[in-house]
């Protein structure tokens, strides 16, 4: 018997988000990795505290946040390789959604060819990753870089990540910052569609749950809502619930 290492080469990450995956599922898989993050953030309802998740489209990028647990820095190499179960090791492993970390390289890549993400767990450094995945693919070299610090190959600066996410010292969360956005992105979806998609899939969430205050997810600045059924919210019968 022969064992070997699978070998993965630099354009893999970018090949990824040429795959199947549509808008809908990405956003979906990013807002389950910031529920799971928050549930392990406390082992009660009250010292989970209240969740908020924004999914912004500014400037050419999509920048994705939460107020969630973080990342350090060891779990930040383990998002960005495979197969490190590190959710199936928690005590509330039972409960999350993701276990190897697949859907955040897989969502992130599906929306754009460049990714940053942005993590501090409370009274941690921050760290932060860069994954230029498009050159990467285009040069043929592995250019992953992740810092204990802004990282000085950001395509943006301290003070625009600042106006996203809060990095006090006690404050914990993340923030990604996808840009070079793939063609399909508003072609194949609407603002309309999402925000009525993510309050179906989200609505045992976004409303009382079993973990602590509904979760709050804004599309836009504009928070997201169960939909009222009926005939024209996708319902089957007219003016009803149905």
Not at 33 to 42: L, R
Not at 48 to 74: E, F, H, V, W, Y
Not at 125 to 152: F, R, T
Not at 224 to 230: A, D, H, N, R, S
Request: proline share 3%.
């Amino acid at each position: 018997m022969t064992i070997f290492k699978p070998e993965i080469g630099p354009g893999f990450f970018d090949d990824l988000g040429s795959e199947d995956m549509s808008v809908l599922k990405a956003f979906n898989e990013l807002i389950a990795n910031s529920i799971d993050s928050w549930i392990q953030k406390g082992k009660t309802k009250t010292s989970r505290g209240q969740l908020t998740i924004n999914i912004i489209q500014k400037d050419s990028a999509l920048i994705i946040t939460d107020n969630a647990d973080g990342m350090n820095k060891q779990d930040m190499i383990n998002a960005m390789g495979f197969g490190v179960a590190q959710k199936s090791s928690s005590d509330f492993g039972d409960n999350l959604m993701g276990t190897y970390g697949f859907g955040l390289k897989a969502s992130t890549s599906a929306l754009g060819s460049h990714f940053e993400v942005i993590s501090k767990m409370s009274n941690k450094k921050v760290v932060h990753s860069v994954m230029p995945i498009g050159k990467m693919k285009d040069e043929q070299s592995w250019q992953c870089d992740i810092e204990e610090k802004i990282n000085p190959k950001s395509l943006v600066d301290e003070k625009y990540i600042k106006s996203f996410i809060k990095l006090g010292k006690a404050d914990s969360g993340t923030m990604i910052y996808i840009s070079d956005l793939r063609s399909n992105l508003e072609v194949e979806v609407t603002e309309v569609y999402l925000r009525k998609e993510l309050g179906v899939a989200w609505q045992f969430f976004i409303n009382d749950n079993n973990f602590g205050k509904p979760v709050k997810i804004f599309l836009n600045d504009k928070k997201i809502k169960t939909p009222e059924k009926g005939w024209d919210q996708g319902g089957q019968i007219p003016n009803t619930q149905i």
